[in-house]
């Protein structure tokens, strides 16, 4: 009748197992898409700031600025 119990904790044991490897898997697909979100983020910060440049070189040939050439 030990048997029973035991059988009870290993099967519950395994399903914890079966759902912390999914949770793991799940892990691994949330970093590599972070990671795609963060170069993706990085492109766009770069592209801001030559934005930001090119804008204050205009301010600067327009007079608009009170920053010397």
């Known amino acids: 009748m030990e048997q029973g119990p035991d ?7 395994r399903k914890i197992d079966q759902r912390t490897e999914r ?4 892990l691994r697909d949330v970093k590599v ?15 801001l700031d ?12 327009l007079e608009l600025s009170d920053q010397p050439h």
């Not at 949770?23 to 799940?26: E, F, I, L, S």
């Not at 898409?33 to 592209?47: D, H, P």
């Not at 030559?50 to 040939?61: A, N, Y």
Request: cysteine-free.
């Open 7 to 13: 059988n009870l904790l290993l099967a519950m044991l």
């Open 23 to 26: 949770m793991a898997d799940d």
């Open 33 to 47: 898409r972070l990671t795609g979100v963060e170069g993706g983020l990085a492109g766009v910060n770069r592209r």
């Open 50 to 61: 030559r934005l930001e440049e090119r804008v204050d070189r205009i301010e600067r040939r």
